[in-house]
């Protein structure tokens, strides 16, 4: 009994394991894209509340190119959200060299606002 059966008009093979022929599927090779913290916060959430979704990125080797961009949009709206809550607050070096423990308990507070912001508007929507 032959353990390898083609078929040429589908790309397809089959290997015999036991008595049953299983397909052997295999996907393209898709790019690999670091993904930071963002991306991998919204693919916990697609894979638990999206899964449709989830599956056809997968299906169609986009996966990693999506949550790279997820990644970037998130990391870029962080940091501008950071940035003008410290312009707004009047959030200065000078305050981090007078007076460190409240420079950080600010800084804590904006950290923790603009990480809600992004959560509720890039990773969780």
């Known amino acids: 009994m032959e353990k390898y059966i083609f078929d040429k008009n589908k790309g397809l093979w089959y290997e015999l394991q036991g008595d049953y022929y299983i397909p052997c599927l295999k996907l393209p090779d898709e790019e690999q894209v670091e993904i930071g913290m963002w991306g991998q916060r919204h693919l916990d959430y697609i894979k638990n509340h999206r899964k449709g979704f989830y599956t056809a990125l997968v299906l169609d080797c986009k996966l990693n190119r999506y949550l790279a961009d997820i990644n970037k949009r ?12 410290k312009t707004a607050e009047s959030i200065t070096e000078q305050l981090k060299a007078d007076n460190q423990m409240e420079w950080v308990a600010r800084m804590n507070n904006i950290c923790s606002r603009a990480t809600e912001i992004a959560n509720h508007d890039i990773i969780f929507a």
């Open 74 to 85: 998130a990391a870029e709206m962080f940091d501008m959200l950071i940035s003008q809550y």
